[in-house]
Each structure stands twice: as structure tokens, then as C-alpha cells.
């Protein structure tokens, strides 16, 4: 992936190696003290503009606490883009002249005496203005400084901590580091959850594929068939195909109506941007693949970036129960899925670091990395991936068959929190290898009599009502649809060619067993009944 830093090294702290002369050479003369003040640990920034615009540096604080830079050197065909801190394709790549990202003003929140009367902040100019217009998505001090440090550390009115004599099930779920079994069960009596997801368009390049792996004959410990989540975007996808999966059992959510390929536009989504995008992918797949049950209640974001607190108000608004698009890292202990009526336990990793900082009715189905190193007891530590195929030293049946089990080991053996195999479709049918792997890796997996593999809503019935193994077999929530037969709902959909003034000069088909619209669906018409301009 064009997004993927890859680094030559791990990060060199080149003031303390001797064997980084050349680094070392750079760094003579500059004064470490002054580039580091006020610079957040986490910002890289260049020294000079010269060059081929890889290299960069941040600041770190030693084992003795002083100063110093760390380098790093984007491959080879890559530059720096320092605006997005992430390595790309050098052709993307506009701000080479640039030696930092722009610094914006924050306002004065830690002072040692008030500077501001009760319930009141200060600009970063020193004008005060009540708490409450911070970080609200709109700048009302005349620097703009109350909208400027708004992450879930630094807003002035974020959730609070995890409080659990406030926060009870079924309704809310919390933990200080987010590891904590939910009901306080013991971990050999915690079934393992597994959730196979994809992303995008379902349609004929992947139905084989689905077909293929949930066969109905691959069943869970409990007598029902092995279920999966499907985050469906809207173009190109086949309604009627979407239905027969959902009347299968399987779970439907969102994964956006346009899915556009800018990923600031999800980062710096408006309420209605979202809503648009959300709602009306969720209005679409109702209408089309005739789901009447309400069951549509979850979404993941494209790129998984995050649109803030934005995002979240209008999921609580519209009744989305859960959101699926953050990420936590690689840790020794996976975290479980939490509500974000307090605040969440663990940093905000990737995203664009927009995860919301406030306090939400939604639980968040969280994407634990997977440790991506072939062999965990010797490689050197590297950094987690989310979805499977962004783990891109797995190159062969072989190796994902490792991360696969190696990954399962990691959740069974501790506190048993669900394990995420997150696919886009496209990179399972890549090598028949990978799709033969995940097959007998699921077939192994049903062999034991603790592993089920579920949708996101059903590990969410299962947190909502924590149930010990050997009481399972009659969990009346995962009974629904437990064991589906009989024929999809039509056997020749309507191959609607149509077209809409939103994409010009495009005839696309919309394949549905219900009835042909007038238009092609899009933002402004979900319905594909028509607009008026």
C-alpha cells in the first residue's frame, strides 16, 4: 500500500550510534534543545531540503532523559509527505520544500494560577471564553486556538475516564486499559470469538468467494452455521445478492454510499457529510436488498478514517449501535470492545488521530492489530496490521497460515478478547493458496469445542449478556437464523442499467430483486426517485 511506511531500519537513534556517521554528520551544529521545544514527540520533521525528500527526524528522550533526534528514511521510489507524516509514492508527494507541518495556535489550558474565571478558557491570545465553545467544530476565539487542541487527551470537555460504578451492562461497557473480561468470567470460560469481515462492493467478483468459505455446512460448537459481517459500499454491488446473504444470517452494515478516495474528506467530514454517506448507504441497502428488520446497525469508515466526534453524533442521532474503524496497537494484551461513553483506553493509533473525544451512546468494535512476524520468538518487533492484507510481509499460504494461528494463540491465551480477520476480498481471492489457508485454518478452529465465529452484533449480544461456555448451546441471541435452508429470494434480479446527472456520462447497473428506480442511487437521491436541482 501506497500508505504503508516502510522503513529501512527500525527507527535509528543515530546521537547515540557511533556507526550513523553520516547522520551524524548532519546533526553537527544543530541545536537539539531548540528544534524539540514545543514539538510533540510523535511529529517528524526535516533538517534540510536537499535531497531526494526520505529522510526525517523526531525528537526522543533517551534512557537518561536527555534530547535527541531519531532518524528515519522512507524505501527507495518513496518520499516523505510531511503534511500526512506517512511515507508515499514520490509523485504525491507536493511539500518537499516544506521542513515541518504547519503549527497552528493552542490555546493556554495548564496554567499554575487561573487565568480565566470559572468556567471559562483561554484562547491561545489570552481572551477568555466558556468551556463549552471548545472543540465544538466551530472557531469562536479570534485565533482560533479553541478548536486546535481537540484529541482525546486534550479536549476540555472530553468523556471522562473509565468510571465502573457508572458504567454497567448491558448498556455500557468500560475498563481502564480495556482488557477486562466483561461479567468478570474466567478466561477458560470465555468462548473465542472470531468475526470474519469484508469491506466493499459484494458482487460477482467475490460472491464465489463467500459462497465458498460460509457453505453452510461449517458449524460452530452450538448446531448454528458460521456467520460473518459484511461493510457493503454501493457502487458496483448486487442488492440481490446482498439480500440472500442477510437472509442467510449473515450480518449487513455500511461502508459508505461514494467511498471516495480522498481520505481528508472522512477525516474532516461534516455532520452531513457523514450523514449523506451513512444513512443514505444504509437507506440504499434497505430499499434495494429489502432488509425490513432494522438490522443494519453497524459501520466501518473508509481508509478507516475516523471523522471525529461528528461521526459519532450523527451515528447516535440515526441509531447506528457500533462503529468498526479504530484501530488499537500491537499490545501484549488484545483489548475487547468498549462503549465511548468514557473515554477510550487506549491511544488514538492512525486514524489521522481524529477518534472521537467525547462522550457517545456507540460501542466501538475495536480492530486489535495483528502481530504480522513469522516467527514471534526470534523476529525483531514490527508494527501491527489491521486489516489482513495490510500485513504485507505475508506473501504466501504458508506465512498466513502462521499468522493466522500465531494471532488466534495470542487471544486464547490471554484474555480471550474477540479476534478480527478483517479482509478486502480482492486479496483473498489474489492466491487460491489464501483462501484454501483461511478454509482449513476455520475448519480447525470448529474442531474445539470454545471457538465461534460470529458477527459483530453477536459479540456484542454476547458482552451485552456475558454467558459461560457450557451454557452456549442455548444462548437464545445467537439462535436467530442459526441454521438457514432454502432458496435466495429471486433467482433472476433486475438488471437495472441506469444513470444519474451526479456521475455524468456513467450507465451503471443495479442489480435487485425489487423494482427498477428512475435513477442511479446517489448522495443527493438515495432512492434513485429523482432531485430537484
Known amino acids: 500500500m501506497a500508505y504503508v511506511l516502510r522503513i529501512l531500519s527500525t527507527f535509528l537513534l543515530c546521537c547515540a550510534l557511533a556507526t550513523c556517521q553520516e547522520v551524524r554528520d548532519k546533526l553537527e551544529g544543530v541545536d537539539i534543545e531548540e528544534v524539540c521545544t514545543d514539538r510533540p514527540a510523535d511529529e517528524y520533521f526535516r533538517l534540510d531540503t536537499e535531497g531526494d525528500c526520505r529522510e526525517v527526524y523526531r525528537c526522543d528522550k533517551g534512557e537518561t532523559g536527555k534530547t535527541r533526534l531519531a532518524n528515519i528514511k522512507c524505501s527507495g521510489g518513496l518520499a516523505f509527505d510531511i503534511t500526512r ?9 507536493k511539500n518537499c520544500d516544506e521542513f515541518e507541518k504547519p503549527r497552528k ?13 470559572e468556567g471559562k478558557l483561554s484562547c491561545g491570545d489570552g481572551e477568555c471564553l ?13 485565533d482560533e ?6 484529541s482525546v487527551d486534550d479536549d476540555p470537555n472530553r468523556a471522562p475516564e473509565c468510571d465502573t460504578t457508572q458504567c454497567a451492562l448491558p448498556d455500557c461497557f468500560c475498563s481502564a486499559d480495556g482488557t477486562r473480561i466483561p461479567g468478570a468470567i474466567e478466561p477458560s470460560q470465555v468462548p473465542q470469538m472470531i468475526t470474519i469481515t469484508f469491506n466493499g462492493a459484494v458482487n460477482v467478483d467475490n460472491i464465489d468467494l463467500y459462497e465458498d468459505i460460509f457453505n453452510g455446512q461449517r458449524q460452530n460448537p452450538n448446531g448454528c ?3 460473518g459481517t459484511f461493510f457493503v459500499s454501493h457502487k458496483y454491488t448486487n442488492y440481490s445478492a446482498v439480500q440472500d446473504l442477510h437472509r442467510r444470517g449473515h450480518e449487513i452494515a455500511v461502508f459508505s454510499l461514494t467511498h471516495k478516495d480522498d481520505p481528508n474528506y472522512w477525516t474532516g467530514g461534516s455532520y452531513d457529510d457523514w450523514l449523506a454517506e451513512m444513512a443514505g448507504a444504509r437507506l ?7 432488509i425490513t428488520d432494522g438490522s443494519i446497525i453497524g459501520m466501518r469508515a473508509p481508509y478507516l478514517r475516523v471523522g471525529g466526534n461528528k461521526q459519532f453524533e450523527m451515528m447516535a442521532d440515526q441509531f447506528f449501535v457500533y462503529d468498526a ?3 488499537a496497537s500491537l499490545g501484549r494484551v488484545p483489548i475487547w470492545p468498549y462503549t465511548l461513553y468514557f473515554r477510550m483506553p487506549h491511544k488514538c493509533n492512525g486514524n489521522a488521530h481524529n477518534c472521537p473525544s467525547r462522550s457517545h451512546p456507540v460501542w466501538e468494535m475495536v480492530m486489535n492489530e495483528l502481530d504480522r512476524r513469522d516467527d514471534p520468538t526470534f523476529d525483531e518487533s514490527l508494527p501491527g496490521c489491521h486489516m489482513v492484507d495490510s500485513c504485507s510481509n505475508v506473501a504466501s499460504g504458508e506465512q498466513f497460515a502462521r499468522l493466522l494461528r500465531h494471532n488466534f494463540n495470542r487471544h486464547y491465551n490471554s484474555n480471550r478478547a474477540p479476534l478480527g480477520l478483517n479482509f478486502h476480498a480482492s486479496w483473498l481471492k489474489s ?10 485454518f476455520i475448519e480447525e478452529m470448529l474442531t474445539r469445542n470454545d471457538v465461534f465465529f460470529v458477527t459483530n452484533l453477536q459479540v456484542i449480544q454476547w458482552m451485552q449478556n456475558p454467558t459461560e461456555l457450557n451454557s452456549l448451546r442455548d444462548f437464545q441471541e445467537w439462535k436467530e437464523k442459526c441454521d438457514v435452508k432454502g432458496q435466495p429470494y429471486c433467482s433472476l434480479p433486475n438488471a437495472c442499467p441506469l444513470t444519474t446527472r451526479e456521475l455524468p456520462g456513467e450507465t451503471l447497473r443495479l442489480f435487485t430483486c425489487m423494482e427498477c428506480p428512475n435513477n442511479y442511487p446517489w448522495i443527493l437521491d438515495p432512492t434513485g426517485d429523482g432531485f430537484s436541482v
Not at 85 to 93: E, F, G, L, S
Open 85 to 93: 507524516q506517512t511515507c508515499d509514492w514520490k509523485t504525491n508527494v
Open 284 to 290: 440504499i441497502i434497505e430499499r434495494f436488498a429489502n
Open 130 to 142: 466558556d468551556k463549552e465553545l471548545f472543540c465544538n467544530g466551530k472557531a469562536d476565539c479570534k
Open 431 to 440: 492466491k487460491k493458496e489464501y483462501r484454501d489457508e483461511l478454509i482449513k
Open 325 to 327: 474503524s479504530i484501530t
Open 225 to 227: 452455521s458460521i456467520k
Open 145 to 150: 486556538s479553541d478548536e486546535n487542541a481537540c
Open 105 to 117: 495556535v493552542k490555546p493556554i489550558l495548564k496554567t499554575d494560577e487561573p487565568i480565566c474565571p
